[in-house]
């Protein structure tokens, strides 16, 4: 069974340009979650879907972030503009959660360097 | 609020000496508590969970981590370290959203 996989591994733009993250979560789990590690700091939550709707985005810093799951399979995050402090390590993750299982399996992150 | 807090941000232990690394939480309900693992250039791994039960939980790689719901801890413990073993570690608890730790960064020195 594949993982999740996050697409690209890394990003190096410049202030002001536009990035757009991918993850394709692992097949058949509804549940996706955004997370953000910034240098130094703790790895915070950013967002959750289920399945295509958006469940809680309360972790999202302002509104140059933008999440979308179309389908309710794949994610992307796109950070329009970017700025410096955006730069650190996005993780994907997916889970099932069913019959209280919350176990979520991560992908390897994409680090965004931002200049 | 949910917090997660891990006293020790470097720790330097000799390889086949044991391991325990600390993690106390604050949680509103009973808590669902995970152990991950970074190594480098990888992703997170899953070592162990805590859902309910037994208070002592058997995770992957050697390790088992015990629930201690008066101390609010659940301390990662492991009776051996192998070199491989070199990573960061985090805490997390949550049913859903996850709150993490500030991180462990374990060294194993020979």
């Known amino acids: 069974e594949a993982g999740v996989t996050q697409f690209p591994s890394h990003s190096v733009i410049e202030k002001g340009q536009t990035v757009t993250l991918r993850c394709d979560p692992i097949s058949g789990h509804d549940n996706l979650y955004w997370y953000r590690r910034v240098m130094g700091k703790e790895i915070k939550f950013l967002l959750h879907f289920v399945k295509e709707s958006k469940q809680d985005e309360s972790g999202m810093p302002n509104n140059r972030f933008l999440a979308e799951r179309t389908g309710g399979t794949y994610s992307t995050l796109k950070v329009q503009p970017a700025e410096l402090e955006d730069s650190g390590v996005y993780f994907c993750a997916s889970s099932q959660e069913s019959q209280g299982s919350y176990e979520q399996y991560f992908g390897p992150g994409t680090r965004l360097t931002v200049t | 609020a949910q917090s997660v807090t891990q006293p020790d941000i470097h720790i330097t232990v000799s390889e086949g000496a044991s391991l325990e690394l600390r993690c106390n939480y604050s949680?509103?309900?009973?808590?669902?508590l995970f152990w991950y693992v970074q190594s480098p250039g990888q992703g997170l791994q899953l070592l162990l969970k805590?859902?309910?039960?037994?208070?002592l939980v058997q995770g992957i790689k050697g390790f088992e981590a015990e629930f201690k719901r008066s101390q609010s801890s659940f301390n990662l413990r492991k009776p051996s370290v192998h070199w491989s073993d070199a990573a960061e570690y985090f805490c997390a608890v949550g049913a859903g959203k996850l709150v993490f730790g500030a991180g462990t960064i374990l060294r194993v020195k020979s």
């Open positions: 949680y509103g309900a009973t808590p669902y």
């Open positions: 805590y859902f309910s039960g037994d208070t």
